[in-house]
C-alpha cells in the first residue's frame, strides 16, 4: 500500500491535536456554565455575606464556609510555601551527595501520589491526637500543608536546577559566600517557579473535602472560629453536604452556589501569586 | 622583570585519575597583559580557574605544588576563598550578567561586601529610575564605584541612559564589557579571563582589546584566548600549554618571533590547534 503523503499526514495529525485542545478546553467552559446555571438561583448578597441558618437555608449564608476556607488558604500558604522553597534549597544547593538527594527526591514524588484521605488519618493522628490540637482550624492548616509540600517541593527544586550555573560562578567568582549567592541570585531567579507550586499547591489545599473532614471540618457552627484551635467551616465540605445529605429543595442550588464561590475563592487567591510571578518573570530573561 | 605578583611552583592538577596540569612553574609580573595560548584541552583554563580557586566546587579534583599571590599561598586549605576572590576576579567566556539591571550588576559585588545599595527598592520588585547626572554627582560608595567601574570598561556613555534596564538588553559585546565592570569593580588586583571574545564580533573583540590595554595600568591581567592574533596584539608575555604542561613562555616577541621549542612554532604557525 502507498503511503499517504507526508502534507495528509500532517494535515491529519494537526486536526488531532486542535480536536484535543479544543475538547480539554470545552469541559472546563462546560462545567462552569453548568455549575453556573444551577447556582446561580443561589447567588445573592446574602448568600454571600449572612451567617449558615441550619433550619431554612434560604435565610442564610455561607459566610462562615468562605471565611473557614479563607483562613486555610492563607494558612497552607504561609506554612507550606516558606518549608517547601526550604526543603528544595537545601536539597539542591547543600545536599552535596546526589545518590542520598535523588533518594529524598524520589520519596517527595511518591508522597505527591499519596491519596488526600490518608493524610487527613496522618494529620488525626499527629496533630490532632498527639499534639492535642483536638479537631481545629491549626490541624487542619498543617495537615493541608503537609499534604501540599511535595508538590511544591519538586516544582521547586526544577525551578532551582533551571537557573543557570553561569550564575553561581559568577556570583561567586566576585567572592560571594555560597549563602549570599543562593539568597541574591539563586533564590530570585527560581521564584517564579517555586511561586507556580505554591498555586498548584493551594488550589488544591482549597479543594479537598476528604482530609479536612477527619480534622474538624464541621457542617454548622453559630459563629465563627475566633482562635486557631476552633472548629471551622469549609467550603468543599459543605458543598458536599448540601449535594448529598440536606433535605432542602433548594440545596441543589446552594450546593452549585458554595461550588462556584470556591472556584472564585481559589481564583483570587491565586491571582495575588500570579501577579507576583508576573513581576518576578518581568526580570528573568535568559 | 619587576618583582612577580603571581609566583606558581610545581603546580599539579589533577580531575579524579586524570592530570589535567602538570609540573606547571612560572612568574607574573605585575600590571602586565599575559596571554595563556594552547589547544583545546591543553589545561590553560585550568590554569586559570585554579587562581581563584574556583576548582574547589569540583568534587573530584586535587591539587599540588604551590601559587603565591601578594606572598601567601593561596593553595593552602586555610585560605579565605571568599577575601582572594575579591582579589583575583574573573571573566568567563559567555557573557554572564545577572538577571537584574545593569547599575545592580555592576554593584553587585559591593553589596555582598556588606555595602548598602541606595538604588535598591523594595523586594527588587520595581525598578528605579536612575539619573546618570545625579549618580555622577553623588558620593554614596557604591554609585561611585558603579559610575568608575563602568567609565572603566568603556560602557557609560552607551549606558548611562538606561541603568536601570535589565541588562539582557543589552549587546553580546555590552554584556561582556558589564561583566568586566562588574569584575573591577571591587578592585581586583588581578583580572583573569577565560577567552572573553569568543562568542563576540570582532568590532566588540577590539573593543574588549582596546579596554584590556587601558586597565593593565590598574590590574594584571591573565587572558585565555584561542585566537593567536589576539595575544600577538595584548600580550606582553604568553605562556604556551600542551597537554597540561607549560610548554614555555616568554615575552610576546619571543613566542611570536622566534619561539625556543618546535612544538610551540609549530602551534603559532598553525600546524596544529
Known amino acids: ?286 | 622583570m619587576t618583582a612577580p605578583i603571581i609566583s606558581v611552583r610545581s603546580l599539579d592538577v589533577h580531575y579524579g585519575s586524570v592530570t589535567a596540569l602538570h609540573d606547571v612553574s612560572f612568574d607574573i609580573a605585575p600590571n602586565e597583559i599575559t596571554g595563556l595560548i594552547g589547544a583545546s584541552g591543553s589545561g590553560k583554563s585550568t590554569f586559570l580557574r585554579s587562581l581563584n580557586r574556583m576548582l574547589d566546587h569540583l568534587p573530584t579534583v586535587r591539587m599540588g605544588g604551590t601559587i603565591t599571590i601578594g606572598g601567601e599561598n593561596i593553595l593552602h586549605e586555610k585560605t579565605d576563598v571568599v577575601r582572594l576572590r575579591r582579589r583575583v576576579g574573573m571573566v568567563f567566556q559567555n557573557p554572564t550578567p545577572f538577571p537584574k539591571s545593569v547599575f545592580d550588576n555592576v554593584a553587585y559585588g559591593l553589596e555582598i561586601q556588606g555595602i548598602r545599595n541606595p538604588r535598591k527598592s523594595f523586594l527588587s520588585l520595581t525598578r528605579l529610575r536612575i539619573q546618570h547626572q545625579e549618580l555622577e554627582a553623588s558620593d554614596d560608595p557604591i554609585d561611585q564605584a558603579v559610575v568608575r567601574s563602568l567609565k572603566e570598561a568603556a560602557l557609560w556613555e552607551e549606558v548611562k541612559h538606561r541603568l536601570h534596564h535589565s541588562a539582557y538588553r543589552l549587546s553580546g559585546g555590552q554584556q561582556q564589557r558589564l561583566c568586566i565592570a562588574r569584575a573591577i569593580a571591587i578592585r581586583p588586583d588581578i583580572l583573569l579571563l577565560d577567552e572573553p571574545c569568543s562568542s563576540l564580533d570582532p568590532l566588540s573583540t577590539r573593543c574588549i582589546e582596546q579596554l584590556l590595554l587601558g586597565l593593565k595600568k590598574d590590574y594584571t591581567i591573565l587572558i585565555v584566548t584561542h585566537n593567536l592574533q589576539q595575544a600577538r596584539r595584548i600580550a606582553d608575555h604568553v605562556g604556551f600549554f600542551h597537554t597540561g604542561e607549560l610548554v614555555e613562555f616568554g615575552t610576546a616577541k619571543e613566542i611570536f618571533g622566534g619561539p625556543g621549542k618546535t612544538l610551540t612554532r609549530e602551534y603559532v604557525e598553525g600546524a596544529f590547534g
Open chain 1, 1 to 286: 500500500m502507498k503511503r499517504p503523503p507526508a502534507s495528509v499526514t500532517e494535515r491529519i495529525a494537526f486536526s488531532l491535536f486542535r480536536l484535543s485542545a479544543i475538547a480539554g478546553t470545552a469541559i472546563l467552559i462546560l462545567v462552569m456554565v453548568l455549575l453556573f446555571l444551577a447556582g446561580k438561583d443561589a447567588l445573592s448578597w446574602q448568600f454571600l455575606t449572612a451567617p449558615w441558618q441550619h433550619g431554612d437555608i434560604t435565610k442564610g449564608g455561607i459566610f462562615p464556609a468562605i471565611v473557614g476556607s479563607m483562613y486555610l488558604g492563607l494558612g497552607v500558604i504561609f506554612i507550606s510555601f516558606p518549608l517547601g522553597i526550604g526543603t528544595a534549597v537545601f536539597l539542591t544547593e547543600y545536599s552535596g551527595d546526589t545518590r542520598w538527594r535523588r533518594t529524598i527526591q524520589l520519596a517527595i514524588r511518591n508522597l505527591a501520589g499519596v491519596p488526600s484521605v490518608v493524610y487527613g488519618l496522618f494529620g488525626l493522628a499527629i496533630f490532632v491526637h498527639l499534639l492535642t490540637f483536638g479537631m481545629s482550624l491549626a490541624a487542619a492548616v498543617l495537615t493541608l500543608s503537609v499534604m501540599t509540600l511535595p508538590w511544591i517541593i519538586t516544582a521547586s527544586v526544577e525551578a532551582l536546577l533551571a537557573v543557570p550555573r553561569a550564575f553561581r560562578e559568577s556570583s561567586q567568582a566576585l567572592g560571594a559566600t555560597r549563602w549570599q549567592t543562593v539568597s541574591r541570585i539563586i533564590i530570585p531567579s527560581a521564584l517564579p517557579g517555586c511561586i507556580t507550586g505554591g498555586i498548584i499547591g493551594l488550589a488544591r489545599a482549597l479543594g479537598e473535602t476528604a482530609p479536612i473532614i477527619l480534622v474538624g471540618a464541621t457542617f454548622y457552627l453559630t459563629r465563627l472560629p475566633t482562635s486557631p484551635f476552633d472548629k471551622y467551616m469549609a467550603l468543599p465540605y459543605h458543598t458536599f453536604i448540601l449535594a448529598t445529605q440536606h433535605s432542602s429543595p433548594s440545596a441543589p442550588a446552594y450546593a452549585a452556589g458554595s461550588a462556584l464561590v470556591l472556584i472564585t475563592l481559589t481564583f483570587v487567591l491565586s491571582i495575588g501569586a500570579i501577579l507576583l510571578r508576573l513581576q518576578f518573570r518581568k526580570k528573568r530573561v535568559w
